[in-house]
């Protein structure tokens, strides 16, 4: 029989302070009943001999130091799994809130997971068709890996992520099974809405766990709700065998909530006053993807993430492109031009990428044809700036045939429609189509026997 | 009896336990009832603060912490090499055994194996004189490595027993030792060592030998010494991790200690599985068996991260005491400037810039000088050249820990997002790096590469400084209008650039490149630079230069002149000459 513990001794913005405790652990969940029958949950986040204090999930409104009765579960954060939770909803901090009633499990995980083990990891090398161009061709996803969509307010991530959820997993290998965990933390009931209309739409409901915590709902459980998600991915995948996509938005009210919660603790805060332990939390959550040696399933991420201010170097971008493996990077420039999906190529990047294309894989000269783009697209920016200096019609003619290439590999290999799905052999033509346009000796990141075999010129279109 | 104490507060890493316990400054600690281990960390009369480096979920105060007496140590024996580690030196796949795919709490695993058996060929004899650091055995550790087991430093005294040649645990007594005093001491195969404590040397020797990567960029440009540091900042995505995999592969260290601070899981296994397959381009073993593995992963605990540099640096001191040259690629010590930060503010201390401690350049320091190349207690040479990756915030190297390491390092390969975005590779910029190697190591390039070297090297560079003040003309006005001999600067510029510093790390041949070739070639250049030079003297301008497709054969000599046929660069010197008599044929 649990104790229960009658009143607080402070509450301050989402912390309270219980004191005389016995026997609380640091990282316990505990229960608070308020008098009016309201019930809340909490986390113990510092414990001093018998002072506890403990981060509130639903916010500590009506919350008073004497109405409340606290109670230790005895046990951290849990949430129950079975494969029953594919098709449904619940919020933040795993309850359900689609009126169908309750998880019914043996199966009770730690939502704060334990860090894979590097030996036990096995190394992603199998590419996920997309069927946009600017991710296959040049930003390859692979299974197993964590991408984040590095994005804006007001760009179209969400369209993009949906897209991807909607090709991906949907793909050729029929036979095996997956599903995607959907986590919004602090995201407009629009955004949830979109999302789960767009599952509804391709007919895929069935193989979605959602966890919504909206932009109205209590900002500490926004803390949790990632790591609820990733819990329930880890189960699906690694018990489960399911190939997992877990699509996390939005990062950057994750942290927000974290700097929060922090300075209500009066920790010292690092840069722009977020925590220092930004990275590590952020770790936890980014290295739960991968894939395990003798299993079936994997963690796929793409968090999707709105930089504050297009800054690419604001600290949450700048820390989750140190920890995941690469980016997807949204430009606006190129959302002004009508392009979609804005994809700025250059800092774009997928570092498991190399080990999952080529020869057995997509094609031989997949490397090559991303590598040769890059540097060509790379070029246009110089030639652009040129241009707009001395003007275009005093440019060298090399000059002159890198813009109509730059212009064309925007709208044509970078654009597409939000329902067209390139396979990986129409993206590379694609590719060498656009290369056609510059003179032969240009290509110089191209192995030689490759350029001749695929190499051919292309008539240059008038002005585009 | 082992001092105890009781913990009052918790924090995250950091616990507290209340009234003076006894222990001692860094003593290792065993923590609550699963046994978590934490290290000593500050000390009053009224609190004990201790780090733990494991999760410390689950914890309640009035749980008992167990002293063990002993500083945070590594365990040196044979076994280190072609392992993986955790942050304190507990092998993971032991762990994996034990607790699956995921690393749980409180693992009590062995750092090395004690229950395999070595052979064992004893060195000494009874009767010998002895003193720290004299070779007493030697092991094949693995193919590649010869382990030899030393007395432990301190320890002076006459052999009065040896065991046989044979097999034995690492547990074993090998020699007895008889102090001067007349204690008698058995030294085993396995020695403890504090992680914190630098093993101690005779002397140190100034830098004259290049630590040879096989990278263009490093040896010929910015080379580092055996026994050097060498700094490799850069923002995400420009090529720290595959620069340090580039030197871990190819260089020609004995040893390599490969230190995962704070990085991705993936990385490290892609470490363990590529080195598990590929040769070691000296002995055409496994590169694993001249390699060990701290892995110390970002969702791993943070204290441990902090500690995975050290236990790294003490493995490695402990194999440069055999006489071998050890390399360690740290990556990255941002990730370990952080941790410090992260516990740091836990402890709330005042913090200086950017909220990293002030004590943040002395451990740097500290850190740093532990490398060099030095004269052993046993009389042999051996080496720890340190090769940091920093990552700093937003890419801007303006920032503490940056910085920081700059004071410290003699080597700075700065990378940049520019040449990384334009996938230029590997992405070090000639004009922001350096090396203060170069004037220690010219007697070495002169007697063992050419005395051209140094010479060639400097108007490669000038070339490059060249082309970037040129470049800002032409951003301004284009490059039609510069006179012919600026527009075959650029020329020569782009053929430094694409045919000598890129180079492509997932090319047979061009993925390591023999300090030979990389003379030759930049000879070649040089020589196709003399003869366009003397042309564009005589009037010819550049667009008939250009016809010839000369300056193309020149880049690609990369990938077709095989590493193991210099003869052929005397095609390309023929090359250019006949490129040479067509130019003033056709246009005298």
Redesign the interface.
Known sequence: MAIEYLGLSEVNGPLVVLEDVK??????MVEFRMDDGTRKLGRIV?????KAVIQVFEGTESMSLINTHTKLTGH?MEINLSSDILGRTFNGIGQPIDGLGPIISDTKVNV?????????????RNYIRTGISAIDGLTTLIR??KLPIFSGNGLPHDQLAAQIVQQASLGDDTDEQFAIVFAAMGVKYDVAEFFRRTFEESGVSDHVVMYLNLANDPVVERLITPKVALTAAEYLA?ERGMHILVILTDITSFAEAMREVSSSKG?????KGY???L??EL??L???A?I??G?KGSVTQIPILTMPNDD????IP?LT???T???IVLDRQLHGQAIYPPINV??S?S??M??GIGEGYTRVDH?DVA?QL??CY??VG?AR??AS??GED???PL?KKYLLFGNAFEHEFVGQGPLENRTIIDTLEKGWELLGMLPK?EL??I??KILDKYYKPTEVKAEV | MNKTGIIYGINGPVIYLKGNTGFKMSEMVYVGEEHLVGEVIGLTKDTTTVQVYEETSGLRPGEKVTATGDAVSVLLGPGILNNIFDGIQRPLSEIAKESGKYISRGMQVDSLDPDKKWDVHLTVSVGDEVSGGTIIAEIPETKSIVHKSMIPPYLRGRIIKTAEDGQYTINDPIVTVQRHDGSEVEVRLAQKWPIRIARPTDKRYPASKPLITGQRILDTLFPIAKGGTAAVPGGFGTGKTMTQHQIAKWSDADIIVYIGCGERGNEMTQVLEEFGELQDPKTGNLLMDRTTLIANTSNMPVAAREASIYTGLTLAEYYRDMGYDVAIMADSTSRWAEALRELSGRLEEMPAEEGFPAYLASRLSAFYERAGMMQNLNGTEGSVSIIGAVSPQGGDFSEPVTQNTKRFVRCFWGLDKSLAYARHFPAIHWLTSYSEYLNDLAPWYKDEVSPKFVDYRNQLLAILNQESSLMEIVKLIGSDVLPDDQKLTLEIARVVRLGFLQQNAFHPEDTCVPMSKQFLMMEVILYLYKKSKALIAMGMPMSILKEDNIFERIIAIKYDVPNDKPEMFEDYKKAVDEFYDKVLEKNA
């Open positions: 026997g609380a652990f640091f990282d316990e510092e414990i001093y001999e018998d951290p704060n997971g334990l860090p894979l083990n590097p030996v036990t990891r096995e190394y992603p197993g890996q690694f920790e010292i805060p690092s840069r925590p220092g332990y990275y590590s770790a936890t980014y290295e739960r991968g395990v040696k299993g690419i170097t604001h600290p700048d492109g140190y920890i493996e690469g980016q250059l800092p990047l570092r498991l190399k080990d490397q590598n890059f540097s790379a070029k110089d700036a040129l200096v001395i005093e440019l060298s000059d000796e110089d990141r192995d030689t």
